[in-house]
């Protein structure tokens, strides 16, 4: 009996434990910005639109078209802006915060995204690998632009904060040749079949312009939308994309349609009456 009681035990606290870790493992996005057309591909619920405060989770393919952006904050506080004309799916997203274990994997099909990597990767127990068909960039914890053409199948990083590694991959998914280390104001790009290219410095000028092109929210955007309330993370800023990293302070929430005001019929005038003045004569007192 006593043996029984202690297999019980043991086998609720395995369950206990798994469910503990599948629950600490489920991770999910929710889109903070979308301009445009932004769609969001589910292998079990196919395809719909992306609005502000929908979540996104791993195995979803969040699609941009021509002139439109999205930007999606992750639960662990990781952002991901994409850009226009861009296809990345979000093939792992897995954080257990009882064993450490962290495991990020984007698949950027087509286009461009931006991230703003705020949890710390050791590229081993821990990593946030972005990949393409002929490349896959590795980073620990930093602000970078990756894209991917698929006409000339080339892939390319610039890095604003931190250091990416970039490694150049054949048809088989290896490594060809040696990774190279993208740092801070730096950019590189690798051919198919061919290792990257040594990084080469850019101008604070071309890295303003990099910035103010790929930035999902920028200063004097009034078109944005930016969820508050119930289901939206308190996670954004408006300098989280910014060079410099410099604190700015918190958006203002701008509506996307005027509000329905219902008027009725204008009240007559009111009429205001002198008050009227009440004279008390004093009664004789009688004898």
Known sequence: ??????????????????????????????????????????????????????????????????????????????????????????AKYQNDAASGKKNVELNLLEGKVRNNVEQTYDGEKSKFLIKTPTAVAGVRGTQFLAGYNPSTQMTSIVTFKGAVTLASL?????????????????????????????????????????????????????NREIASGAGAPSLVTAGDTSVNNAPEAPPQIVPTTRPNVVTGPTPPPQRFEPKTKVIVRPQPVGN
Do not use: H
């Open 1 to 90: 009996m006593k043996k029984q009681y202690l297999s019980w035990c043991v086998l609720g606290l395995s369950l206990f434990l798994y469910q503990t870790s599948a629950f600490a493992e489920q991770m999910y996005g929710v889109f903070m910005v979308t301009k445009g057309s932004v769609k969001v591909q589910n292998s079990k619920t196919g395809t719909s639109d992306a609005k502000v405060g929908v979540k996104v989770y791993e195995g979803d393919t969040v699609i941009t078209a021509a002139d439109s952006r999205a930007k999606i904050v992750m639960s662990d506080r990781n952002v991901i802006n994409v850009n226009p004309e861009t296809k990345i799916q979000i």
């Open 170 to 222: 054949n048809s088989r998914g290896q490594i060809v040749g040696s990774a190279v280390l993208v740092r801070k104001g730096e950019a590189t790009s690798a051919a198919p079949n061919a290792p990257p290219e040594a990084p080469k410095s850019m101008s604070k000028e071309e890295l303003k312009k990099m910035d103010a092109d790929t930035a999902s929210v920028s200063k004097g955007d009034g």
